[in-house]
């Protein structure tokens, strides 16, 4: 009986209500890519609010801090990537990987690395891995922890031979390798 509740929950109100939350986000979506961040913050804001915990709730939260972050409301918008529970390959890396970008906006450098470093083994991929090994091989080198920055930058040169910094990638390992020696 139980899982027959289960199976009658999830046909006809979950999935129902997950459709419902990604046809209506589209307008703060629209708002966001036309640069209209106001409008945007506004749309999305009751979105995130009455689809919390659907996909299209959890997009326009994902897409609200990131408006939130262009108005430089730092702390709010990682409120809000706190609250963002995706599971797509990029999004989910993203989400983490922006919260690394609030905290460096905030000058916790230290956090910030540790947010980076976590969101470069989300689903491991050429893309955002090598981006935020980078992120938190700089956060790393401003809480003069050369050993770290040195340890990401390897790890680009390494496994992401086809990142865009992996041409200058040398320069950064022997200016974090120079540093650990002084």
């Known amino acids: ?40 913050i506004d749309e999305l804001k009751a979105q995130v609010k009455k689809y919390d915990g659907k996909i299209g709730g959890e997009v326009s939260q994902f897409v609200y801090a990131r408006q939130l972050m262009e108005k430089g409301e ?9 609250g963002v529970e995706l599971n797509d390959t990029y999004t989910a890396a993203m989400s983490v990987g922006l919260q690394g970008d609030c905290k460096s906006e905030l000058e916790d450098y230290e956090a910030a690395a540790k947010l980076y470093l976590e969101a470069a083994d989300i689903n491991p991929n050429d893309m ?11 956060c790393a080198e401003e809480i003069k922890d050369f050993q ?17 910094q992996a041409k200058v990638i040398d320069k950064y390992i022997a200016r974090a390798k120079n540093k650990i020696t002084e």
């Open 128 to 138: 955002t891995s090598p981006m935020y090994l980078m992120k938190a091989g700089l």
């Open 148 to 164: 770290t920055a040195t340890d990401c930058y390897q790890r680009i040169k390494d496994d992401y031979t086809a990142y865009a």
């Open 74 to 82: 730092f702390k709010n918008a990682l409120k809000e990537l706190e």
């Open 1 to 40: 009986m139980l899982v027959l509740g289960y199976f009658a929950y999830r046909q006809f109100i979950y999935l129902p209500a997950n459709e419902e939350s990604t046809k209506h986000n589209y307008i703060g979506l629209n708002y966001a890519a036309a640069d209209s961040t106001d409008l945007a």
